[in-house]
């Protein structure tokens, strides 16, 4: 992993705001560039899932204003270190810097083990992948489940102790990893007041009661 976020010096500037009660807020990447219009077998979205996980933002995308709005007035910008998270990033905060870290990159989709006669879209792959990795543990040698829970508790924690300082958060990352962060922020106290679901541009915001 890289760098601790809450304990390093980031490229962000930090208001010392301490009396307001401030924000963390959880968005999803844009679209990235990446064919969704084909079928595949579970091998072959094996592979589209690692180019996936490597491909940028497909080109000519708008963000949402609110969100370019929001990014405006962060105290703090932080992005995991894929490609689409960072160019997210760039599209949305302007001329302000960012940090980014591996620890708040997606939890991974290795499809069922299921034979060569299943085709389907990269969409219902993802799914289904999703589905047999949170309940029948299908990893692939991949990060588990019980692995991941254990980063987002980590990074729950690390975006509790910058916002608790009185700092506007926002994490520009992943959809599916994004709401596992959001339950352990809820366990830590925060409640959400905001929740725009899980399209590309998407926010989950928390605050402290």
């Known amino acids: 992993m890289t760098t601790d976020p809450a304990s390093s010096q980031t490229q962000a500037a930090i208001a010392p705001a301490q009396s307001k009660r401030a924000l963390i807020t959880l968005a999803r990447h844009g679209e990235p560039a990446l064919n969704r219009n084909i079928k595949l077998t579970a091998k072959d979205y094996l592979h589209w899932w690692a180019r996936y996980e490597e491909s940028g933002l497909l080109a000519g995308q708008t963000p949402p204003a609110d969100l370019v709005s929001l990014a405006q007035r962060a105290d703090i910008i932080i992005t995991s270190t894929r490609q689409r998270s960072i160019e997210t990033a760039q599209a949305v905060c302007s001329e302000r810097n960012f940090s980014s870290h591996d620890l708040f990159i997606e939890a991974p989709l290795p499809p069922p083990p299921f034979p060569d006669l299943v085709k389907t879209s990269p969409r219902i792959w993802g799914v289904l992948s999703r589905l047999w990795w949170w309940f029948f543990n ?17 990074a729950a924690r690390q975006l509790t102790e910058l916002a608790d300082q009185g700092q ?17 922020l809820k366990r830590l106290g925060w409640r ?4 725009q679901g899980y399209d590309y541009w998407s926010q989950k915001r928390y605050q402290r009661p």
């Open 168 to 184: 506007d958060v926002l994490l520009l990352a992943h959809g599916f990893f994004n709401t596992m962060i959001g339950i352990e």
């Open 138 to 154: 299908n990893h692939g040698g991949q990060e588990t489940r019980a692995e991941a829970r254990v980063r987002a508790v980590e």
């Open 192 to 195: 959400s007041v905001l929740d």
